[in-house]
């Protein structure tokens, strides 16, 4: 390790369309950075060299976060301190600002922005590593072998690839109805928190639906879900700069005692953060309580495919699911 | 590219490649060593310098970014007579061992109690929880930090 990164092109736009217009010019050979914290590593690992990096970090079109009457829009480089740091997010969804302080460390959430916090690649080791796989172009996963090394990887939706979401904001976003929203060469396009992360059926060599060429300018979060109660918790083996074995990201409105609306959603656990839809219908309409928190333990992860060392994660997506339920009484 | 930036109060630039790192930048052409290279990656906070009152790994972070901006390293900390209350208190508490992990170690104290003078343990451990410190276990340098802040208001109250 010795500080070193390839050299390359270094540009700056001054607009949204600028970088959309460089994005498009460079394509493949182009590579956009906002906080650079996912970026350098993959630069610093030898594995990635682009030739044309393009920082959108200073475009303060891009920087902030507004009250737009029935949402709250969040400009993609706004920062995860930020996030954690603001009063309006803090009021109306407490859900994410809590979900953005446990990212990383305080140094990495003061510069790591909150579109490259959705957009980052998975933490595969094997991957990351630069590995042949599938995800890289090549034909097998070594994740997925008898002898792999797999406690981090997936239960749900492993299509050749086993490697999961790394991003502790996903699931918040995905549970609060999150839109966002997506420039390229001047076109907008809106795409559900839910269906902008993709799993390896859709493309395994992606996270997201952003192609080369798209920016991700805002992220939206309709008022639906202000004022809701909220349960954020986030299991790693460190408590800090580590990522996710499991988290879940839980809204629910409650009236007279029993669970009106609820969304739940885990990380850590496939390639997108998955909704726990069998835990939100047993939910709904039901009283909130011992019965409930049983019920959401036991079925939370029905369905799931355990690797060699990743077992633990099961009883683990049914003890947060049974917290978050009893997080309501 | 050149690149010019307030470090330490002082106005400094430098020519750089455009994947120079402010760390590199930092070390190598403004030698500044204080700032040092952990693990290159984020995880070990040794590279940690202030970027206009913010904490950053300076590792990962590009030189241009921190172009007029205002940078605190730890060579900023001292004048030739006085310690910072921080510096005091790590050498008072004995609360470094071999001392790789102080520069960064201090600048993120720095960074919180600039902001935060009377921070409770739980704040403080928050706010180092992106240093590692591999030799003294960590209950020294809590102490240390939590004796500067409560130097640091009393002088501030005298003021
Ligand atoms: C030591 C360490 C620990 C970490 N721990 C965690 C953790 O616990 N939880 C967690 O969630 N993350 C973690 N991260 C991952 C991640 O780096 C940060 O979460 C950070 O938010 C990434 O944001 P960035 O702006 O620095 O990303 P960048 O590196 O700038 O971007 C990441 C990716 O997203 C793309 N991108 C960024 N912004 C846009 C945009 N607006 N439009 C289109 N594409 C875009 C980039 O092209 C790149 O591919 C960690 C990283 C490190 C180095
Ligand atoms: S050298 Fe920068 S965090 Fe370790
Ligand atoms: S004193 Fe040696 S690493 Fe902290």
Redesign the interface.
């Known amino acids: 390790m010795t500080d070193y990164m390839h050299s390359f092109d270094l540009f700056e736009p001054a607009s949204v369309e600028e970088a959309a217009q460089l994005a498009d010019k460079y394509g493949k050979d182009g590579w956009i950075i906002a906080g650079g914290k996912d970026s350098f590593d993959w630069f610093k690992d030898r594995h990635k060299r682009p030739q044309a990096v393009i920082n959108i970090a200073g475009l303060k079109q891009l920087h902030g976060v507004k009250d737009n009457g029935d949402h709250v829009a969040i400009g993609a480089v706004t920062t995860l301190t930020e996030i954690e740091d603001n009063k309006l997010l803090q009021k109306n969804f407490p859900l994410l600002t809590a979900a953005a302080a446990k990212v990383a460390s305080p140094q990495i959430r003061n510069a790591g922005t909150i579109g490259g916090n959705v957009s980052q690649d998975t933490r595969c080791s094997y991957y990351r590593d630069g590995f042949p796989c599938y995800r890289a172009g090549g034909n097998t996963c070594y994740a997925n072998t008898p002898t792999a090394m797999n406690r981090e990887h997936a239960l749900y939706d492993a299509i050749r690839c086993v490697a999961v979401t790394p991003s502790d904001t996903g699931p918040a976003l995905v549970a609060l109805e999150a839109e966002m929203i997506i420039s390229r060469k001047g076109k907008i396009r809106t795409v559900p928190a839910e269906k902008f992360f993709i799993g390896p059926a859709v493309d395994i060599t992606r996270m997201t639906v952003l192609e080369k060429g798209d920016i991700l300018t805002e992220i939206r979060i309709p008022k639906k879900w202000s004022g809701a109660k909220h349960y954020f918790e986030k299991i790693a083996d460190r408590q800090t700069w580590d990522f996710a074995l499991v988290s879940i990201a839980m809204v629910a409105k409650i009236t007279g005692g029993k669970v009106s609306d609820v969304r739940v959603a885990c990380g850590g656990v496939q390639c997108t953060p998955r909704r726990l839809t069998t835990v939100e219908d047993l939910m709904k309409g039901e009283n909130v309580g011992a019965e409930m928190e049983r019920l959401a333990k036991r079925v939370a992860a029905q369905g799931a495919k355990a690797l060699n060392y990743n077992h633990f994660k099961i009883p683990l997506m049914g003890n947060l699911a049974a917290r978050a339920v009893r997080s309501l009484t | ?1 050149i690149v010019k930036l307030k470090v330490n109060g002082e106005i400094r630039s430098a020519d750089v ?3 120079t ?1 402010l ?2 930048l930092l070390r190598e052409h403004l030698n500044l060593t204080g700032a040092k ?1 952990g ?5 070990c ?1 040794t590279c ?1 310098v202030i970027v206009d009152g ?4 300076s ?4 030189a ?2 921190a172009s007029g901006r205002e940078v605190t390293t730890i060579e900023g900390l001292a004048s030739s007579e006085q310690l910072h209350p921080l510096q005091e208190t790590f050498e008072e508490l004995g609360a470094l061992q071999c001392g790789f992990c102080g520069p960064g170690m201090i600048i ?1 104290a720095k ?1 919180l109690l600039d902001k935060n003078p009377e921070p409770t343990v739980f704040e403080v451990r ?2 180092l ?3 590692l410190c591999r030799c003294t276990g960590y209950t020294k340098i809590i102490e240390a930090v939590l004796d500067a802040g409560r130097i640091m208001s009393t002088a501030e109250a005298k003021s």
């Open positions: 590219m490649s455009p994947e790192t760390l590199k290279l693990c290159d990656v984020g995880d906070g940690t913010k904490s950053v790994n590792c990962l972070m590009l241009g970014r993120s960074a928050d706010a929880s992106g240093n």
